[in-house]
């Protein structure tokens, strides 16, 4: 029987991206998971996730399974699903090291650039095999890492269409008419261009979701004071699921100016619900978003409204045609298809093991 272990750490952070990402994966597996596999999921000691799937055993993170690598069991693969994983196999197990991005090389300073750069190297230099999340992301590994002779795999992101979850209207919004934007609040998202455009768009508030308890937040609050927008821009920070979903359904448009991104969930999740998303051209957004998205070509403020409000125009006119175009866009991007690709994986790896 082939042992898998899968690094859940992230999910200590659940609310962030590589916390959806470690979540929705296990969930997908678990309940798909082959009979040949004997599948461990590595999560936080306060963990207060259930996995439902017998077959799924779960293993405690401790001090010593960090720190003392080479005392952890073997299995036949052990898959870390971020690139800088706390946590490391021995070397008697095969090691799949998935990297998200490198979105580090825009939000860091050259000092720790350099020492990101480094600490991933060792990562890739140990790593048996890697994977990414985007075309956009691979062209970045390559071009800024030493691969050697390895190959870097390709597997989309699953994305949730949304439909198993509960819709909450939040008790922050009332019945006008928003955009909505979503994310933890570092300079790379950019939030900052949506603010002017609030006195082009009088009937509207703009939602910003998302932990904004950080430097960058704080810029963003004042200047949402200084602009007097304090009745038209909600930080809810970070909101639950149900909420989320509710919002994601509801909105006029997900306004989304991101200046990098190894993916962009919060876009293939308000396609679900088929609604128009408007992005930055910058990183991955364009390959994700494809043709049905609408992009900003620059940022400023009456080229961004103009685009806002003749789109819209359009969408509105289509009808249902942009909602089902949207919707069927965006099933492309399923967890089940993300999680046959590892499962796969899993197999060819261990068949070349055995050779």
């Known amino acids: 029987m082939k042992k898998i272990l899968i690094d859940l750490y992230k999910i200590k952070e659940l609310y962030s991206g590589l916390g959806q990402f470690s979540i929705n994966f296990a969930n997908e597996l678990s309940s798909r998971l082959p009979e040949e596999f004997s599948v461990?999921?590595?999560?936080?000691?306060?963990?207060?996730?259930?996995?439902?799937?017998?077959?799924?055993?779960?293993?405690?993170?401790?001090?010593?399974?960090?720190?003392?690598?080479s005392l952890n069991k073997t299995y036949t693969i052990w898959h870390s699903l971020n690139q800088f994983p706390s946590f490391l196999p021995n070397?008697?197990?095969?090691?799949?090291?998935t990297?998200?991005?490198?979105?580090?090389?825009?939000?860091?300073n050259e000092g720790k650039k350099a020492k990101y750069l480094k600490r991933l190297q060792k990562n890739i230099d140990r790593a048996d095999c890697i994977t990414t999340i985007s075309n956009f992301s691979k062209k970045e590994i390559e071009n800024n890492m030493d691969l050697g002779q390895k190959e870097i795999r390709v597997i989309y992101n699953g994305v949730s269409s949304g439909k198993e979850i509960k819709k909450t209207k939040p008790s922050f919004i009332d019945e006008k008419k928003y955009f909505f934007s979503i994310g933890v609040f570092n300079k790379k998202k950019n939030f900052e261009v949506l603010l002017p455009l609030m006195k082009y768009f009088d009937d509207h508030l703009l939602v910003i979701a998302g932990n904004n308890e950080t430097p960058y937040g704080e810029e963003i609050k004042?200047?949402?004071?200084?602009?007097?927008?304090?009745?038209?821009?909600?930080?809810?920070?970070?909101?639950?699921?149900?909420?989320?979903?509710?919002?994601?359904?509801?909105?006029?448009?997900?306004?989304?100016?991101?200046?990098?991104?190894?993916?962009?969930?919060?876009?293939?999740?308000?396609?679900?619900?088929?609604?128009?998303?408007?992005?930055?051209?910058?990183?991955?957004?364009?390959?994700?978003?494809?043709?049905?998205a609408f992009y900003f070509d620059n940022f400023n403020e009456q080229h961004m409204s103009d685009l806002i409000h003749s789109k819209l125009e359009e969408v509105n006119a289509s009808g249902e045609k942009f909602k089902t175009k949207s919707k069927e866009y965006a099933k492309q991007f399923?967890?089940?298809?993300?999680?046959?690709?590892?499962?796969?994986?899993?197999?060819?790896?261990?068949?070349?093991?055995?050779?």
């Open 40 to 69: 461990n999921f590595l999560i936080p000691i306060k963990n207060e996730i259930p996995f439902w799937n017998n077959k799924v055993k779960t293993t405690n993170a401790s001090f010593l399974k960090r720190y003392f690598p």
């Open 91 to 97: 070397k008697n197990s095969l090691w799949i090291l």
């Open 99 to 108: 990297i998200h991005d490198l979105n580090f090389l825009i939000e860091k």
């Open 222 to 292: 004042k200047e949402i004071k200084r602009l007097n927008l304090e009745d038209r821009v909600i930080l809810p920070g970070k909101v639950n699921d149900s909420n989320k979903q509710w919002l994601l359904a509801n909105c006029e448009a997900l306004l989304f100016p991101s200046l990098a991104e190894g993916f962009g969930l919060p876009v293939i999740e308000a396609m679900y619900e088929g609604k128009p998303v408007f992005l930055s051209k910058h990183t991955s957004l364009p390959e994700i978003g494809g043709s049905l």
């Open 334 to 355: 399923n967890w089940k298809n993300c999680v046959n690709q590892y499962i796969d994986l899993y197999r060819e790896l261990e068949n070349k093991k055995t050779l």
